[in-house]
């Protein structure tokens, strides 16, 4: 199962970008919780919004407001809308997901990072 990750790219502040997060190959029986998350430059990786299969959402504080995340289960397929982006929202997104894979098995998949630059 791979997590394939695309959407990234330079933006002015106050722009917006949308992300996409994929989940295919392998064997999946259902993927359950998506989420983003992000690093920046010297600093940990940080939670940014997560989504349940059911569609109940967790956001950051420091994105709340700004940053939607929405999913398509039809296509295991997760998005992160992000407006009014600032230069702070600068970092590598990691999309993450959990795949049950079997009837008794589940374990937490990474996509490849997606680079955000926001330049002030």
């Known amino acids: 199962v791979q997590l394939q990750a695309s959407g990234g790219g330079l933006v002015q502040a106050g722009g917006s970008l949308m992300l996409s ?16 998350y992000r690093q920046a430059p010297g600093k940990q990786r940080e939670l940014v919004a997560t989504i349940t299969r059911g569609g109940s ?25 992000m407006n009014s982006l600032k230069p702070e929202d600068t970092a590598d997104y990691y999309c993450n ?24």
């Open 97 to 120: 997901a959990v795949i049950r894979t079997t009837a008794w098995e589940t374990q937490a998949y990474w996509g490849q990072g997606t680079q955000v630059t926001v330049s002030s």
């Open 57 to 81: 959402t967790n956001y950051a504080d420091s994105v709340k407001g700004r940053f939607t995340i929405s999913r398509d289960n039809a296509k295991n397929t997760a998005y992160l809308r």
């Open 21 to 36: 997060c994929a989940a295919s190959g392998g064997i999946i029986f259902s993927v359950n919780v998506m989420g983003w």
